[in-house]
C-alpha cells in the first residue's frame, strides 16, 4: 500500500504544452511538498503547502502551480513547458511541527521535454 | 546559496568494511538533519535523523555523527554491504518544515 504515489512515472512531452502531475498521500501527513532533481542531481525544494499555508520557493517560475483539492493530494500544474523544465519531480508529505520527522517521497516523475 | 553540500560525488567501498558519508551546512537554523537513501528510479527513503542537539544516534549498522560548532556530519555504514549501494543524500530541516537537501553521494559497495 503506497503512502506517496505520484502520476505519471513518465512523461514526455512537447515544449508550449501545458501539464499535470498528481501526488496522493495516505498517511494522513498536513503537509505536502515538491521537489525537483535537476540534471546535476540536486534535490531542490518547489514548494511546501499545508492546509493553511503555501510556500513557494522563489526560484521557482510562475508557470509552476501547486493545486490541492483536499489534504491528501497535492498536483503540480505547469503551463508553457521549457526544455529546461525536463527533470525528475518528486511529491512528499510529512506530519510538520514534530522534530525529527522525515518526509515521506513518491517515486518520482520523469518529465521529458522535447 | 548550497545550504547543505555533499562535497563527494561518489565513494567506493569494499563490502564488510566502514562506508563514511560526509555532508557540510551553512544554515545554523536546521533544528535536525536526515540522511535519505535513494535507489535508482525510486523516491528518497528515510534512512536516519539526528537532532541538532545531540552529537550521535545510532541505528543498527548506521550511525550518525553531528559535530554543530564544524557545521559537518556523517554518516557511517558498518559493516557495508552490496545492498548499501545507493545514492545518499544529507538534509537539514527546521520549524519552517522546509528540507534542504544535499547534491548526494553515491556509495558502491564492491562484493
Known amino acids: 500500500d503506497t503512502a506517496v504515489s505520484q502520476t505519471p512515472k513518465y512523461l514526455v512531452t512537447q515544449m508550449g504544452n501545458d501539464k499535470s502531475i498528481k501526488c496522493e498521500q495516505n498517511?494522513?501527513?498536513?503537509?505536502m511538498y515538491w521537489y525537483k532533481q535537476d540534471s546535476k542531481k540536486f534535490l531542490k525544494i518547489m514548494f511546501s503547502y499545508n492546509n493553511k499555508e503555501l510556500i513557494i520557493n522563489e526560484t521557482v517560475p510562475n508557470r509552476f502551480s501547486p493545486k490541492s483539492p483536499d489534504k491528501a493530494h497535492l498536483n503540480l500544474h505547469i503551463n508553457s513547458l521549457e526544455l529546461g523544465d525536463s527533470a525528475v519531480y518528486f511529491c512528499?508529505?510529512?506530519?510538520?511541527?514534530?522534530?525529527?520527522?522525515?518526509?515521506?517521497f513518491g517515486q518520482g516523475t520523469r518529465l521529458t521535454v522535447v | 546559496d548550497q545550504q547543505v553540500k555533499q562535497n563527494s560525488p561518489s565513494l567506493s567501498v569494499q563490502e564488510g568494511r566502514i562506508s563514511i558519508l560526509n555532508c557540510d551546512y551553512t544554515n545554523s537554523m536546521f533544528d535536525y538533519f536526515l540522511w535519505y537513501k535513494k535507489y535508482p528510479a525510486e523516491g528518497p527513503t528515510f534512512l536516519i535523523s539526528?537532532?541538532?542537539?545531540?552529537d550521535k544516534n545510532e541505528d543498527g549498522r548506521f550511525t550518525v555523527f553531528l559535530n554543530k560548532s564544524a557545521k559537518h556530519l556523517s554518516l557511517h555504514i558498518v559493516p557495508s554491504q552490496p545492498g548499501d549501494s545507493a545514492v545518499y543524500f544529507c538534509?537539514?530541516?527546521?520549524?519552517?518544515?522546509?528540507?534542504?537537501f544535499g547534491g548526494g553521494t553515491r556509495l558502491m559497495v564492491k562484493p
Open positions: 539526528i537532532s541538532s542537539i545531540k
Open positions: 538534509a537539514g530541516g527546521n520549524a519552517g518544515n522546509m528540507l534542504t
Open positions: 498517511l494522513g501527513h498536513d503537509t
Open positions: 512528499a508529505s510529512r506530519q510538520a511541527g514534530g522534530a525529527n520527522t522525515e518526509a515521506f
